[in-house]
């Protein structure tokens, strides 16, 4: 005999087991829909960053042979140039070391004259 109304706690338990679980698989099937969107999403970014990348890389390349190709030839530059020797800056020390008193008249014109020599 079949009891009518409303129905019992076993059914109520596995209905409610039932709607649970369907609403567990539609999030599950849903947040994987998401993820898997959002990394085809990242992969299409990556490869047009590549793609520009490498658009740059071979224009930058171009350029540059054009540019070695439209420059004439620079001569080689001397190895180790001398120093310029800069006589002004060591009279301008000489006469700081005088004023400061670490060098007395004697030595800075000995070293003067050493310089100017």
């Avoid at 224009?59 to 190709?69: G, M």
């Avoid at 005088?98 to 020599?117: C, H, I, Y």
């Amino acid at each position: 005999m079949r009891r009518m109304g409303r129905p019992g706690l076993l059914g109520l338990a596995a209905r409610t087991a039932v709607v649970a679980g369907t609403a567990s698989a539609v999030s599950g099937a849903m947040s994987g829909r998401q993820q898997r969107r959002a990394q085809d999403q990242y992969e299409q970014d990556q490869y047009r960053a590549a793609q520009q990348q490498a658009q740059i890389d071979t224009a930058a390349q171009a350029a540059a042979a054009h540019a070695a190709a439209q420059a004439p030839a620079a001569p080689a530059p001397a190895s180790n140039p001398a120093p310029a020797f800069d006589l002004v800056g060591e009279l301008q020390k000489l006469a700081a070391l005088k004023d400061a008193g670490v060098l007395s008249d004697a030595e800075s014109q000995a070293a003067k004259a050493k310089l100017l020599a």
